[in-house]
């Protein structure tokens, strides 16, 4: 299965909302997570399950979809926001990542 | 607080061979299944394996053609990734990760990383 993530560069200006698509090659059902992965870091978890919160992400953060089309929101976009940003499917073998949305604050 | 941290990367030459480890802490380590993922420089996640909290049940990415082995030692609360026929390809960062849901479910949280660098 490939996970195609875009645009590969959103460039944002603080307040406003950022969304975050990626498309599984075939039906992943909802077996989605997205991870945040800032300069320098190893990659946080945000949501599972497309649309379950990982535990502290704040509620701006919001996923959404099943089967082949996911989204990620990113409402009222902070500096801290800057990162690249994957999603990931786990629901076969071989388990597979997106090649990532780098979120630029204008 | 859980935490998982990498060792064992360095220099090593094509061809070569490293043991990679992580230690974990702060979870019931036998309870859940591992994962290696890597990053090269400058480019996104790539899966490497998995291994379920027993190590019985074993998964590996198809593009490693056999040369990378994952097990675990769970009186140790360790996991380890030996890879071998090292290649310029495998210069990565290569983070040790805890699975939650099950084996092949979402991964959280994610080490720090251990740098591995092949090169001549």
């Known amino acids: 299965i490939v996970m195609t993530q875009s645009p590969a560069t959103l460039s944002v200006s603080p307040g406003e909302s950022a969304t975050l698509f990626c498309r599984a090659s075939?039906?992943?059902?909802?077996?989605v997570a997205w991870y945040q992965q800032k300069p320098g870091q190893p990659p946080r978890l945000l949501i599972y399950?497309?649309?379950s919160r990982a535990t502290d992400i704040p509620a701006r953060f919001s996923g959404s979809g099943s089967g082949t089309e996911f989204t990620l929101t990113i409402s009222g976009l902070q500096s801290d926001d800057l990162a690249v940003y994957y999603c990931?499917?786990?629901?076969?073998?071989?388990?597979?990542f997106g090649h990532g949305t780098k979120v630029e604050i204008k | 607080e859980v935490q998982l941290v990498e060792s064992g990367g360095g220099l090593v030459q094509p061809g070569g061979s490293l043991r990679l480890s992580c230690g974990g802490s702060?979870?019931?380590?036998?309870?859940?299944?591992m994962n290696w993922v890597r990053q090269p420089p400058g480019k996104g996640l790539e899966w490497v394996a998995s291994?379920?909290?027993?190590?019985?049940?074993?998964q590996y990415a198809d593009s490693l053609e056999g040369r990378f082995t994952i097990s675990r030692d769970n009186a140790e609360k360790a996991v380890y990734l030996e890879v071998n026929n090292l290649r310029d390809e495998d210069t990565a960062l290569y983070y040790c990760?805890?699975?939650?849901?099950?084996?092949?479910?979402?991964?959280?949280?994610w080490g720090q990383g251990t740098q591995v660098i092949v090169s001549s």
């Open positions: 291994i379920s909290s027993s190590g019985s049940h074993i």
């Open positions: 990760a805890r699975d939650l849901g099950g084996l092949r479910g979402w991964i959280d949280p």
């Open positions: 399950d497309a649309t």
């Open positions: 990931h499917q786990y629901n076969e073998w071989p388990r597979a």
């Open positions: 075939e039906s992943v059902r909802s077996r």
């Open positions: 702060g979870f019931i380590f036998s309870s859940y299944s």
